[in-house]
Protein backbone atom coordinates (compact mmCIF):
# COMPACT_ATOMS: atom_id res chain seq x y z
CA UNK A 1 0.00 0.00 0.00
CA UNK A 2 0.88 3.54 -0.59
CA UNK A 3 1.41 6.40 2.14
CA UNK A 4 1.20 10.24 0.84
CA UNK A 5 2.71 12.55 3.70
CA UNK A 6 0.40 15.77 2.80
CA UNK A 7 0.01 19.11 4.55
CA UNK A 8 -3.51 21.29 3.51
CA UNK A 9 -2.69 23.99 1.29
CA UNK A 10 0.48 22.65 -0.23
CA UNK A 11 1.66 20.92 -3.50
CA UNK A 12 0.60 17.39 -1.99
CA UNK A 13 -2.91 17.76 -2.96
CA UNK A 14 -2.26 17.42 -6.68
CA UNK A 15 -0.76 14.11 -6.23
CA UNK A 16 -3.45 12.88 -3.43
CA UNK A 17 -5.80 14.04 -6.48
CA UNK A 18 -3.97 11.47 -9.02
CA UNK A 19 -4.01 8.62 -6.26
CA UNK A 20 -7.80 8.73 -5.83
CA UNK A 21 -8.38 9.31 -9.41
CA UNK A 22 -5.84 6.71 -9.86
CA UNK A 23 -8.50 4.01 -7.65
CA UNK A 24 -4.91 3.17 -5.94
CA UNK A 25 -5.28 1.79 -2.72
CA UNK A 26 -3.10 4.13 -0.39
CA UNK A 27 -3.05 5.74 3.48
CA UNK A 28 -2.58 9.51 4.31
CA UNK A 29 -0.47 11.09 7.24
CA UNK A 30 -0.69 14.91 7.75
CA UNK A 31 1.68 16.96 9.05
CA UNK A 32 1.30 20.19 10.90
CA UNK A 33 3.52 22.83 9.61
CA UNK A 34 2.66 24.54 12.78
CA UNK A 35 4.15 22.20 15.23
CA UNK A 36 7.06 22.14 12.65
CA UNK A 37 6.70 18.41 12.40
CA UNK A 38 8.06 18.50 8.93
CA UNK A 39 11.27 19.04 10.86
CA UNK A 40 10.91 16.20 13.15
CA UNK A 41 13.83 13.41 13.13
CA UNK A 42 10.82 11.19 12.38
CA UNK A 43 9.80 12.83 9.37
CA UNK A 44 13.58 13.62 7.90
CA UNK A 45 13.90 10.29 7.73
CA UNK A 46 12.07 9.63 5.37
CA UNK A 47 12.08 12.80 3.60
CA UNK A 48 15.31 14.69 4.33
CA UNK A 49 14.21 17.54 2.32
CA UNK A 50 11.84 18.66 5.15
CA UNK A 51 9.21 19.14 2.71
CA UNK A 52 5.41 17.13 1.15
CA UNK A 53 4.65 15.77 -0.30
CA UNK A 54 6.44 12.51 -0.21
CA UNK A 55 4.83 8.81 -1.80
CA UNK A 56 6.22 5.83 0.34
CA UNK A 57 6.21 2.70 -1.98
CA UNK A 58 7.19 -0.66 -1.39
CA UNK A 59 10.67 0.43 -3.49
CA UNK A 60 10.97 3.68 -1.56
CA UNK A 61 10.37 7.21 -0.42
CA UNK A 62 9.47 9.26 -3.72
CA UNK A 63 9.43 13.03 -3.26
CA UNK A 64 9.25 16.39 -6.20
CA UNK A 65 5.77 16.77 -7.57
CA UNK A 66 6.49 15.52 -11.15
CA UNK A 67 8.37 12.21 -10.30
CA UNK A 68 5.10 11.34 -8.25
CA UNK A 69 2.69 11.94 -10.49
CA UNK A 70 4.59 9.86 -13.12
CA UNK A 71 4.97 6.95 -11.15
CA UNK A 72 1.02 6.73 -10.02
CA UNK A 73 0.01 7.30 -13.54
CA UNK A 74 2.87 4.75 -14.78
CA UNK A 75 1.58 2.25 -11.74
CA UNK A 76 -1.99 2.61 -12.20
CA UNK A 77 -2.25 2.27 -16.32
CA UNK A 78 -5.55 1.41 -16.80
CA UNK A 79 -6.92 5.13 -15.40
CA UNK A 80 -4.97 6.85 -18.56
CA UNK A 81 -3.76 9.92 -16.58
CA UNK A 82 -1.16 9.80 -19.29
CA UNK A 83 -0.28 9.23 -23.04
CA UNK A 84 2.31 6.15 -22.41
CA UNK A 85 1.56 5.05 -25.78
CA UNK A 86 3.45 8.46 -27.07
CA UNK A 87 6.81 8.98 -25.96
CA UNK A 88 6.86 12.88 -27.18
CA UNK A 89 3.08 13.41 -25.74
CA UNK A 90 4.31 11.94 -22.40
CA UNK A 91 7.48 14.11 -22.88
CA UNK A 92 5.00 16.92 -23.37
CA UNK A 93 3.09 16.10 -19.78
CA UNK A 94 6.61 16.03 -17.58
CA UNK A 95 7.64 19.20 -19.32
CA UNK A 96 4.21 20.84 -18.17
CA UNK A 97 4.82 19.51 -15.02
CA UNK A 98 8.16 20.51 -14.77
CA UNK A 99 7.36 23.93 -15.56
CA UNK A 100 4.66 24.43 -12.54
CA UNK A 101 7.10 22.67 -10.09
CA UNK A 102 10.87 24.62 -11.37
CA UNK A 103 8.76 28.25 -12.46
CA UNK A 104 5.45 28.57 -10.67
CA UNK A 105 5.90 26.85 -8.00
CA UNK A 106 9.04 29.14 -7.44
CA UNK A 107 7.49 32.06 -8.12
CA UNK A 108 4.70 31.61 -6.18
CA UNK A 109 7.36 30.67 -2.64
CA UNK A 110 8.92 34.47 -3.01
CA UNK A 111 6.03 35.36 -0.85
CA UNK A 112 6.70 33.24 2.16
CA UNK A 113 9.79 31.58 1.66
CA UNK A 114 12.54 34.61 0.97
CA UNK A 115 15.14 33.70 3.22
CA UNK A 116 16.00 30.88 1.06
CA UNK A 117 17.11 33.74 -1.66
CA UNK A 118 17.62 36.26 0.63
CA UNK A 119 18.51 37.74 4.00
CA UNK A 120 17.35 41.34 4.52
CA UNK A 121 13.64 42.54 5.21
CA UNK A 122 13.96 45.00 2.32
CA UNK A 123 14.51 42.12 -0.03
CA UNK A 124 11.67 39.76 1.42
CA UNK A 125 9.47 43.24 0.75
CA UNK A 126 10.64 43.78 -2.91
CA UNK A 127 9.70 39.73 -3.38
CA UNK A 128 6.45 40.24 -1.73
CA UNK A 129 5.94 42.79 -4.44
CA UNK A 130 7.07 41.30 -7.48
CA UNK A 131 4.91 38.30 -6.54
CA UNK A 132 1.62 39.53 -8.36
CA UNK A 133 3.67 39.76 -11.51
CA UNK A 134 5.66 37.01 -11.83
CA UNK A 135 3.11 34.52 -10.89
CA UNK A 136 0.55 36.55 -13.07
CA UNK A 137 2.79 36.03 -15.89
CA UNK A 138 3.32 32.62 -15.35
CA UNK A 139 -0.46 32.15 -15.29
CA UNK A 140 -1.09 34.25 -18.58
CA UNK A 141 1.85 32.00 -20.36
CA UNK A 142 0.05 28.90 -19.30
CA UNK A 143 -3.48 30.44 -20.95
CA UNK A 144 -1.86 31.53 -23.95
CA UNK A 145 0.41 29.27 -25.16
CA UNK A 146 0.46 25.71 -23.01
CA UNK A 147 -3.71 25.13 -22.35
CA UNK A 148 -4.90 23.26 -24.94
CA UNK A 149 -8.21 22.57 -23.71
CA UNK A 150 -10.91 21.53 -22.71
CA UNK A 151 -7.97 19.66 -20.16
CA UNK A 152 -4.31 20.80 -19.85
CA UNK A 153 -3.37 18.32 -22.72
CA UNK A 154 -6.05 18.67 -24.70
CA UNK A 155 -8.87 16.02 -24.89
CA UNK A 156 -7.46 13.62 -21.93
CA UNK A 157 -7.38 13.98 -18.45
CA UNK A 158 -4.15 13.85 -17.58
CA UNK A 159 -1.76 14.45 -14.45
CA UNK A 160 -1.29 17.62 -15.69
CA UNK A 161 -4.80 18.49 -14.45
CA UNK A 162 -4.57 18.16 -10.26
CA UNK A 163 -1.38 20.02 -10.56
CA UNK A 164 -2.65 23.38 -12.43
CA UNK A 165 -5.60 22.95 -10.45
CA UNK A 166 -3.26 22.98 -6.73
CA UNK A 167 -1.20 25.56 -8.15
CA UNK A 168 -4.32 27.94 -9.66
CA UNK A 169 -5.72 27.61 -5.42
CA UNK A 170 -3.04 30.09 -4.72
CA UNK A 171 -3.56 32.89 -7.39
CA UNK A 172 -6.00 34.66 -5.37
CA UNK A 173 -3.45 35.11 -2.10
CA UNK A 174 -0.87 36.31 -4.64
CA UNK A 175 -2.76 38.86 -5.96
CA UNK A 176 -3.62 37.66 -9.26
CA UNK A 177 -7.03 37.45 -10.58
CA UNK A 178 -8.20 33.84 -12.05
CA UNK A 179 -10.48 35.78 -14.59
CA UNK A 180 -7.76 37.10 -16.45
CA UNK A 181 -7.21 33.63 -17.70
CA UNK A 182 -10.72 32.26 -18.67
CA UNK A 183 -9.48 29.25 -19.52
CA UNK A 184 -7.51 28.38 -16.87
CA UNK A 185 -10.52 29.94 -14.72
CA UNK A 186 -13.22 27.40 -16.47
CA UNK A 187 -10.51 24.16 -15.71
CA UNK A 188 -10.47 25.01 -12.10
CA UNK A 189 -13.88 25.16 -12.04
CA UNK A 190 -14.34 21.80 -13.66
CA UNK A 191 -11.96 20.38 -11.56
CA UNK A 192 -13.53 21.31 -8.37
CA UNK A 193 -16.55 19.52 -9.42
CA UNK A 194 -14.64 16.12 -9.81
CA UNK A 195 -15.81 13.34 -7.34
CA UNK A 196 -12.25 12.51 -6.74
CA UNK A 197 -11.20 16.53 -6.25
CA UNK A 198 -14.22 17.32 -3.95
CA UNK A 199 -13.10 13.50 -1.94
CA UNK A 200 -9.79 14.91 -1.49
CA UNK A 201 -10.34 18.38 -0.48
CA UNK A 202 -12.96 17.31 2.09
CA UNK A 203 -10.58 14.79 3.26
CA UNK A 204 -7.87 17.31 3.64
CA UNK A 205 -10.20 19.81 5.64
CA UNK A 206 -10.38 17.08 8.42
Same mark, same amino acid.
Given at each position: ?????????????????????????????? *???????????????????????????? @??? &??????????????????? &????? /?????????????? *?????????????? =??????????????? @??????? =?????????????????? =?????????? *??????????? =?? /????????????????? @?????????????
Amino acid at each position: MLKLYYAPGTCALASHIALEEAGADYTTER *LYFKANQQNSPEYLEINPKARVPSLVTK @RGV &LTETPAMLAYIAQTFPKAK &LAPFD /DVFAFAEVQSFNSY *LCSTVHVAHAHKLR =GARWASEESSFADMK @RMIPKTV =GGCFALIEQKMFRGPWVM =GESYTICDPY *LFTIAQWLEGD =GV /DIKATPKVADHFKRMAE @RPAVRKVLDAEKV
